[in-house]
């Protein structure tokens, strides 16, 4: 049964950081891997989804890293602003989404 | 493109009443579509898969007696909670794909349900 981790689970820092945030899974013949991220009492936005048979992603300030032999991935946020405040989801896909635990970032001015 | 849309967005009900939650596919046709629950705090949990013309595929664990799915089309599934109990409340999203679960899946906006 696979089963996902994000560490950690919150993290508060100042503007201009570079931050990383980490996804963990125990079975690796997934499909692919999605970062979703999600504000309060909000849906789902997508941000970035990796194929299995790519190491990496890049939208913008972010980039998402695939590691599938070792089961983790990356989410880079290069320059963080206020505005990426948010729940970050990672998401790996066997024919179905098994959701990980979430990262609660906030980033203050 | 890739539009999911959620009716309603957010509902109160009497315990014992059944809720009708809608999710449609505006602009491509979904062949499967998938339910989730949020509690407050924790991540999102898969309940049942819903294909177009078939039975949806319940989780482990949850009640298909209690969550009736519906998926009548190729843009249209239908989530309805059967006499609702206050544990039920929670935030419904639902996602479409175009085929198989290894497609990337569109969400919706969700649904928060509160019974009281």
């Known amino acids: ?109 | 493109g890739a539009v999911v849309s959620q009716h309603p967005s957010r509902v109160i009900c009497k315990s014992g009443t059944s809720v009708k939650i809608e999710c449609r596919s505006l602009d491509f046709q979904a062949t499967t579509m998938f339910w989730y629950r949020q509690f407050p705090k924790q991540s999102l949990m898969l309940m049942a898969t819903s294909n177009e013309g078939s039975k949806a595929t319940y989780e482990q664990g949850v009640e298909k007696d209690k969550f009736l799915i519906n998926h009548a089309s190729l843009t249209l599934s239908t989530l309805t909670v059967t006499s609702a109990h206050p544990e039920d409340s929670s935030f419904y999203i639902c996602s479409a794909g175009g085929g198989t679960g290894i497609n990337e899946q569109y969400f919706g906006p969700g649904t928060r349900l509160t019974v009281t």
């Open chain 1, 1 to 109: 049964k696979q089963e996902v981790t994000q560490i950690p689970a919150a993290l508060s820092v100042p503007e201009g950081e570079n931050l990383v945030l980490n996804c963990s899974f125990t079975d690796s013949a997934i499909y692919n891997l999605q970062w979703f991220r999600q504000d309060p009492g909000k849906g789902l936005t997508s941000l970035l989804l990796i194929q299995s048979s790519q190491r990496e992603q890049t939208s913008g300030r972010l980039n998402a890293s695939l590691d599938k032999s070792s089961g983790r991935s990356t989410l880079y946020i290069a320059a963080s602003q206020p505005g990426d405040s948010a729940t970050y989801l990672c998401a790996t896909n066997t024919d179905k989404l098994i959701f990980g635990t979430g990262t609660r970032l906030q980033v203050f001015p």
